[in-house]
């Protein structure tokens, strides 16, 4: 699995180097597709319950399974991108959400804030803890900050499958829910709105935007569950 997930990884380093102003989601997607041709992987998304491309890319009230398209990015917007890659029997899973140009500063916090809570999460993903310790530190996080945790989409299991259980929410009671044990490996991906929680889906069956339309960001990294703390397997 470190390995699909470091290919994952070196993508998304790629894509995150290539976001700027005038360059367009499809832009990433091919990106995306060229850079994994060097590879011995093929993308997890792409066929996924019919999803017809490698990337999510979701930009500014965008929360997550934006598609590719011609949009053309813009001073001040925010896009995360959320790819996955399949090879030796194990998928790998990550998500960076990215500034493009300048940016507000109550982006820039969402953005900081969002990065941070996963952080909060890893440090949770300790043998011996529960299952929603972790999703309790994401959502005391953003919480303090002003933030929302959306709880429509959640993180999830995964290995010989894209999503396995059990799911991971990013938000719950402490002290609740499966004990984690040596050997799970779990994609923490928190998502995050400036406004409210509440999302709707748009009428091409995938993308989901905040209900409210303020602005979202999410991360991801895939990490396993050892004796020795958690290893994020998605990171370079």
């Not at 998500?95 to 900081?112: C, E, Q, W």
Request: proline letters at 5%; a negative charge; aromatic letters at 6%.
């Amino acid at each position: 699995m470190r390995r699909t997930n470091l290919i994952v990884a070196e993508v998304l380093h790629v894509l995150k180097a290539n976001v700027g102003v005038g360059v367009t989601t499809l832009d990433l997607e091919r990106i995306a597709e060229e850079e994994l041709k060097k590879t011995s992987a093929r993308p997890a998304f792409k066929g996924y319950r019919g999803y017809p491309w490698c990337l999510c890319t979701s930009v500014n009230n965008e929360v997550v399974h934006g598609m590719p398209s011609k949009r053309v990015l813009n001073d001040g917007d925010i896009v995360s991108i959320d790819f996955g890659a399949f090879s030796d029997g194990f998928y790998g899973d990550s998500a960076i959400t990215v500034p493009v140009g300048s940016v507000s500063p109550d982006a820039a916090r969402l953005v900081k804030v969002t990065e941070e809570s996963l952080e909060k999460a890893i440090e949770a993903a300790v043998v011996g803890n529960r299952l929603l310790d972790i999703s309790a530190s994401v959502q005391r996080y953003v919480e303090s900050h002003g933030f929302s945790v959306v709880r429509e989409f959640v993180g999830h299991g995964i290995g010989r499958e894209l999503h396995e259980a059990p799911q991971v929410p990013n938000f719950g009671l402490p002290g609740r829910g499966i004990r984690l044990k040596a050997g799970m490996v779990l994609a923490i991906e928190p998502m995050i709105n400036m406004g409210g929680p509440d999302v709707k889906i748009l009428d091409d069956g995938w993308t989901a935007v905040t209900a409210d339309g303020s602005l979202s960001a999410h991360f991801e990294h895939t990490v396993a569950i050892t004796d020795d703390g958690p290893y994020v397997l998605s990171m370079l």
